[in-house]
């Protein structure tokens, strides 16, 4: 049972968890840039009376950011192992599940600023920062792992890998140790035979 136990951890921690900690750790500097740089374009350290000071467009911009950064940290390091060969492709789908996760918080903001009615600055943060991250990134991770870094993605580096041990397992099997036997015992007796050197006959 202590084995099947270990079996089952050993799978969730390679197959699950583990992305999952990489994952919430490259998130979690991305959430420091995103806060940050979303509070410095609401207080005006970029200008003031601008559309980038508005909640949304702060939240537009600051996410943009993190989204680029998560995209380098998530492609080098997370699922380097699942990384595409089709950078652009890759960058495009990942671009789009982000987005998604954008939208999420944004309609958490939206929801909360211009419907609810609650527009200080720490309100924002609270429904964009903790309820529509949240949301958000339960969607990312989700089709990060098994949409965009899939293992059944054609172009990915680890399907790649397979397909390569594969061919090379199919094509340069070296032969078994008994066929190689009687390839050796074949060739020896295909092996034509040496006639005796003829005798010096006595004159």
């Known amino acids: 049972m202590s084995a099947t136990l270990r079996s089952l951890a050993s799978r969730a921690w390679h197959g699950f968890l583990a992305y999952l900690l990489k994952f919430g750790l490259v998130g ?3 959430l420091v840039i995103d806060v940050a740089l979303f509070n410095a374009l609401r207080v005006g350290v970029f200008g003031t009376d601008t559309w980038a000071q508005s909640a949304i467009g702060a939240k537009t911009i600051s996410t943009s950011v993190a989204i680029v950064f998560n995209w380098l940290g998530n492609r080098y390091w997370t699922f380097r192992r699942h990384r595409r060969r089709h950078v ?6 990942y671009l789009v599940v982000s987005l998604g996760g954008m939208a999420i918080s944004l309609i958490c903001l939206w929801v ?4 609810l009615g609650f527009t200080s600055l720490l309100a924002d943060n609270i429904s964009s920062n903790v309820i529509g991250l949240g949301l958000g990134t339960a969607f990312r991770f989700v089709l990060y792992r098994y949409w965009v870094y ?13 397909v390569e041990e594969a061919q090379r397992a199919l094509f340069e099997q070296p032969p078994l140790e008994g066929t190689r036997a009687e390839v050796d015992r074949d060739g020896a007796a295909a092996e034509p035979a040496q006639s005796p050197e003829p005798r010096n006959q006595g004159g």
């Open 28 to 30: 979690l500097i991305g």
């Open 88 to 93: 652009l492709r890759e960058f495009v789908e």
């Open 112 to 115: 909360s600023h211009h419907l």
């Open 150 to 162: 899939g293992h059944h993605r054609s172009d990915g580096l680890s399907n790649l890998a397979r």
